[in-house]
């Protein structure tokens, strides 16, 4: 027998089995009793769309053993605002849910939609920083901190602070390097000022002295040159600080060779230029992807379409 049947608090509901497709299934999931039994339960209180503590109960005890489960996430939310629970208390059991399921994007939604009605952020940015000290990578945690920022404004509160800790533990954090583009540039209708172009293109160019062969900050400037209109050529100085055709041998970043690639190739009278540098990564510096080069190599010869 097992936990609900037993329970003089469930002796009210006849649960519901899982409909298999009858008695011989062709490919029946082989659940734990525990889990069959919960489920059963549920199926039954959501058919009567039951509102209530014991529901919401139930619903910890699914997610427990199966946190993916985003029917019960959904369940659960309708429970919590239909008899008013503490919210508060709902975002504290979720920290220690998040951190037992790193990987699990159902939390997030959930905690999303929690944080939302509680209408505050209070308390999250201590919470995120727990979590990145498990996984400051973790796309989740990053897309929840995204959509912080955005609904309760948080542009400048703290945010490059933040990321510019995280990129001084990990200057090749990817993750960081997306935020701190979303911070500084992904504001909607904004007009970013040209002293806070400057300093982002400091600050790349910075830590690609840290690190050359780190492709997060290389595409950060030339994102920034796409972003105000500058052309690529204003980075060939920079970039040739790490790479030449001139002196192949002394190539120390093959993202500088590649960025000089796609400047000279942009110049009518540096074609040569492209097609050493594209050789260069297709046969010495990065040839696991030489398909790849030899395909901007052919590019060369084909007639540029007008801007």
């Known amino acids: 027998m097992g936990t609900y049947s037993e329970s003089p608090d469930w002796a009210d509901v006849e649960p519901i089995p899982q409909n298999e497709g009858g008695p011989n299934p062709l490919a029946a999931i082989h659940y734990s009793e525990e889990y069959s039994e919960a489920m059963g339960y549920l199926r039954a209180v959501m058919a009567r769309n039951e509102m209530s503590r014991r529901a919401l109960a139930l619903t910890e005890d699914i997610i427990d053993m199966n946190p993916a489960h985003y029917t019960v996430w959904l369940y659960r939310a309708e429970i919590l605002f239909a008899i008013e629970a503490d919210l508060r208390q709902e975002l504290e059991w979720l920290n220690e849910t998040a951190l037992r399921h790193l990987k699990n994007y159902q939390i997030w939604n959930h905690r999303q939609t929690i944080v939302d009605r509680v209408g505050s952020a209070e308390g999250e940015a201590d919470f995120i920083a727990r979590m990145f000290e498990k996984d400051a990578k973790n796309y989740h945690v990053w897309s929840y901190r995204q ?71 290389w595409n950060y400037l030339k994102g920034i040159a796409r972003r105000t209109g500058k052309p690529l050529s204003s980075l060939e100085e920079f970039a040739s600080e790490f790479a030449s055709v001139e002196e192949p041998k002394d190539v120390r970043s093959s993202h500088a060779l590649d960025l000089l690639a796609e400047i000279y190739s942009q110049e009518g009278n540096k074609k040569d230029d492209a097609v050493t540098a594209l050789d260069l990564l297709a046969k010495l510096y990065d040839p696991i992807r030489a398909n790849y080069w030899n395909y901007r190599k052919a590019l060369l010869d084909q007639p540029r379409s007008a801007a």
């Not at 945010?159 to 992904?186: P, Q, T, Y």
């Open 147 to 217: 959509w912080l920022v955005r609904r309760f404004d948080l542009w400048d509160q703290g945010e490059l602070r933040d990321v510019e800790i995280l990129l001084k533990h990990d200057i090749r954090n990817n993750s960081a390097w997306n935020h701190r583009w979303f911070v500084v540039f992904g504001k909607d209708n904004t007009t970013v000022a040209d002293d806070i172009v400057q300093r982002e293109i400091e600050f790349a160019e910075n830590a690609i002295r840290l690190a050359p062969q780190n492709q997060s900050p």
